[in-house]
């Protein structure tokens, strides 16, 4: 959805009258309608959607607040900054739905000042364009940690607890304890204060640099087992289940870094056991 269609739709919610009687019951306020674009007037309105909570308005309150993240992706952070909140951390992983090797997760503090165009979630980079940012990150937080939890222990406890472990060993990793922490989603039971975004990898900075240096750092150890496996060409599938990998399952057999648990794997394991 463009910004045209964006403010259309809130215009038109404007000319609603249940919308505007709330709207005023709640802030007080006089209602106009837009046609410049300006991106305080959908904060604002952002602001009621969000306390109306009405369910029909759901999906129109992840478009504004995606749009504004796009737009700028660091608005979480300042948010918190002006409430006094000094140490914002964000936290991502990488690694969930390949076949082989650990699950990645990262915690990265940046510093105030911290800014670098174009960093958003790994996924939508380049990997020149991600090694640059991981070494730019590297140079400029102040802190970051990372937590790697391997196959076996995902095949005992499941992805998902897997994650969160990964996660949490990041977050006690970093030298610096975080005020707050921003997470792409997934709820953590910590000590210390967080918020869950989804999408958090685009739309907070923060979260976009623990997501590159989650990404690179798992990466490169595919790389290292490639040069072990070749057959299994995990250099370009890091893991997945791409054709040339599971034919390769079913030519080579499986290695001790495969997860178990996981469907092709196990299927393989039940068709083999012998």
């Not at 970051?144 to 939890?149: C, S």
């Not at 472990?165 to 997934?186: F, G, Q, S, T, V």
């Not at 790389?223 to 997945?240: A, C, I, R």
Request: aromatic share 8%; proline share 3%; net charge positive.
């Amino acid at each position: 959805m463009n910004k045209e269609e964006l403010f259309q739709k809130i215009n038109n919610l404007i000319l609603d009258v249940e919308f505007q009687n709330n709207y005023k019951d709640i802030f007080n306020e006089s209602i106009t309608i837009s046609h410049n674009y300006d991106t305080n007037i959908l904060e604002k309105y952002l602001k009621v959607l969000k306390v109306m909570n009405r369910k029909a308005d759901k999906k129109l309150l992840e478009k504004i607040d995606l749009y504004l993240s796009l737009i700028d992706n660091y608005r979480y952070e300042r948010k918190l900054k002006t409430k006094g909140i000094k140490l914002i951390a964000g936290v991502d992983e990488v690694g969930r739905g390949p076949l082989v090797g650990p699950v990645v997760a990262a915690c990265v503090i940046l510093p105030d000042k911290f800014n670098l165009d174009g960093l958003t979630d790994s996924k939508k980079l380049s990997e020149k364009k991600r090694d640059y940012f991981y070494d730019e990150i590297k140079n400029q937080a102040l802190s970051i940690g990372v937590g790697i939890i391997g196959e076996a222990k995902i095949d005992e406890v499941n992805i998902y607890e897997a994650t969160k472990l990964a996660m949490i060993d990041a977050i006690n990793n970093c030298n610096i304890k975080p005020d707050h922490i921003l997470i792409d989603a997934m709820p953590l039971d910590i000590d210390i204060p967080t918020t869950s975004i989804i999408k958090g990898d685009i739309k907070s900075i923060t979260i976009s640099a623990a997501s590159v240096i989650a990404k690179v750092t798992r990466d490169r150890m595919l790389y290292e087992l490639d040069k072990k496996y070749p057959m299994y060409d995990f250099k370009n599938n890091k893991g997945y289940p791409t054709k040339k990998h599971l034919d390769a399952i079913n030519k080579y057999g499986i290695i001790k870094e495969h997860r178990k648990s996981y469907g092709p794997v196990n299927d393989y394991l039940k068709n083999n056991v012998n």
